[in-house]
């Protein structure tokens, strides 16, 4: 079984370039969800998606898009790279609301931004 | 201070010892979560308890609701464990937040 798959796993940008990092999950779950995570800092919420269709702002969404227009998919669009975005980032999924049943990650995208 | 605290920061272990790591958080949850992060890898779900105990091999988590305290005990260490350990906690009522402690660093030594 996948699980979440998420590409790429190392990225460098340039400050003011654009990509999109990839997440998919084969569990069927409603709810996807990207978090960065930085030194000495817990995860943090970036934004969520509690179906197809839907999604909503986490913690720490500025700079950042996304979009959930299948159940399997839920893409994060760096629309502006800055280097406050450097960062380690991962998608996770389940199959109920955030945190009401057992999370599922991916295995993290290193991103430098110079 | 933050929400979710864990204790200790560090932690360096003999190879068959048993240790205990601590998360106390200050909201009421509805639920708690124990996380795994091996160095430069993804982060893989131990145990999401709301109450009591579980147990899985040689882990075994707690959770206290009263005193906001749950622990991730492993018994028989072994180096493979060397890891980082999270807690995160889901807020009770209609948040859909995860709160995120910042981890404990394990080194089991043989």
């Known amino acids: 079984n996948a699980g979440v798959t998420q590409t790429p796993k190392f990225q460098v940008l340039k400050t003011g370039q654009s990509m999109t990092l990839q997440c998919a999950q084969d569990m069927n779950h409603e709810y996807m969800s990207w978090y960065r995570q930085d030194p000495g800092m817990g995860l943090r919420l970036i934004h969520y998606?509690?179906?197809?269709?839907?999604?909503d702002q986490g913690e720490v969404p500025n700079g950042y898009n996304v979009s959930r227009s299948t159940t399997e998919d839920f893409p994060l669009r760096l629309l502006s790279a800055a280097p406050s975005q450097t960062s380690v980032y991962f998608c996770?999924?389940?199959?109920?609301?955030?945190?009401?049943?057992?999370?599922?990650f991916g295995n993290g995208t290193r991103l430098t931004v110079t | 201070k933050n929400e979710v605290e864990q204790s200790p920061q560090n932690l360096t272990a003999q190879e068959g010892e048993f240790i205990t790591i601590n998360c106390s958080y200050s909201?009421?949850?509805?639920?708690l979560h124990w996380l795994q992060q091996h160095p430069g890898g993804g982060i893989v779900s131990l145990f999401m308890l709301s109450s009591g105990k579980k147990k899985h091999g040689r882990l075994i988590a707690t959770i206290n609701i009263q005193e906001k305290h749950s622990s991730l005990h492993i018994t028989a260490s072994h180096p493979r464990d060397s890891a980082v350990y999270i807690c995160a906690v889901r807020g009770g009522g209609a948040t859909n937040k995860l709160i995120f402690g910042t981890g404990t660093l394990l080194a089991v030594q043989p």
């Open positions: 909201v009421g949850i509805s639920a």
């Open positions: 996770a999924s389940s199959s109920q609301g955030n945190g009401n049943s057992p999370l599922h």
């Open positions: 998606s509690v179906g197809a269709g839907i999604t």
